[in-house]
């Protein structure tokens, strides 16, 4: 098999769609047909089941996927240590990032990395954290910024802890929030856990039809009085109106963190080193 065949192969793992993998890889569905039946003919056995709503991965298909991923793993390291003969960093890095912290702190990282490390082919997507961190446990990206906790026993830097705050357009009493609509947002199940922890412990009722996952449109309901919310500081940078740090009955304060969560092997890579440097002196900053 080649490289290519190792990319067809997770990607058509992930996709569960010819059509869909076709489209990532620059090729036509006819094509990635024929090249799914040379590498089963090779391979002396099937991979995946055609079916109406896409393709089935077989038992022996699932199977073999861990060696695939790292093969293509292995492959993606030795072209970035090649592919600096003459001392310049280069290479490619593969990064996730929360989108709360692209958004309010990525530009900053970005800029400073791409003028100092130019020649770095970076390629970055932005997802909720726990997305990337199933994206981190498949070996899809080389390291994640991600917010929250999330089980971890390899590297892991904590990059900030910030205060959870009570956010309303006015002072109020807590008792009286129950007369207003709770703004809810899909986080991950540490913060969800934590909103709710405290909600029990001051006798707040969860109640609201307000599902929003957009901080924009949150922060235009609650400057209007309408509803209130619980977010964490970085998303208040810009706001003015009431934002109150929590605490839980025990004094314990309501936190987030943020991690620059990394597996030691891509810790290797020069361009990832310098990544993490970055992102660290731009935190300390």
Not at 81 to 105: D, H, M
Request: aromatic residues 8%; charged residues 25%; negative net charge.
């Amino acid at each position: 098999m080649t490289d290519k065949d190792i990319e067809i192969l997770k990607d058509l793992s992930e996709t569960h769609n010819i059509t869909k993998t076709a489209q990532r890889l620059f090729t036509t569905q006819s094509a990635l047909t024929k090249r799914i039946q040379s590498i089963e003919q090779e391979l002396g056995c099937q991979l995946f089941i055609r079916s109406k709503k896409g393709v089935i991965l077989t038992p022996i298909s699932e199977a073999i996927l861990p060696y695939v991923r790292a093969i293509q793993q292995n492959l993606s390291q030795i072209r970035s240590l090649a592919a600096n003969p003459e001392g310049e960093l280069s290479g490619t890095l593969q990064v996730g990032v929360a989108a709360n912290y692209a958004r309010f702190q990525l530009a900053d990282v970005l800029e400073a990395f791409i003028d100092q490390y130019p020649k770095v082919d970076i390629r970055l997507s932005t997802k909720r954290s726990p997305d990337l961190y199933q994206a981190l446990l498949a070996g899809e990206i080389n390291l994640a910024i991600i917010r929250g906790e999330f089980p971890w026993a390899e590297g892991d830097i904590v990059l900030s802890e910030e205060p959870v705050c009570l956010v309303t357009r006015d002072e109020m009493d807590e008792t009286a929030l129950n007369a207003l609509p709770f703004i809810d947002r899909t986080s991950d199940i540490s913060f969800d856990v934590g909103i709710s922890r405290w909600m029990n412990e001051h006798k707040i009722r969860r109640q609201s039809g307000l599902q929003i996952n957009d901080v924009d449109t949150i922060m235009q309901l609650i400057r209007r009085g309408i509803g209130w919310t619980v977010l964490p500081e970085i998303c208040l940078q810009n706001f003015e109106s009431v934002k109150k740090p929590l605490r839980f009955s025990s004094g314990e304060a309501f936190t987030r963190r943020t991690h620059l969560l990394y597996r030691p092997d891509y810790f290797r890579l020069p361009q990832v080193q310098a990544f993490v440097e970055t992102v660290m002196n731009c935190a300390h900053h």
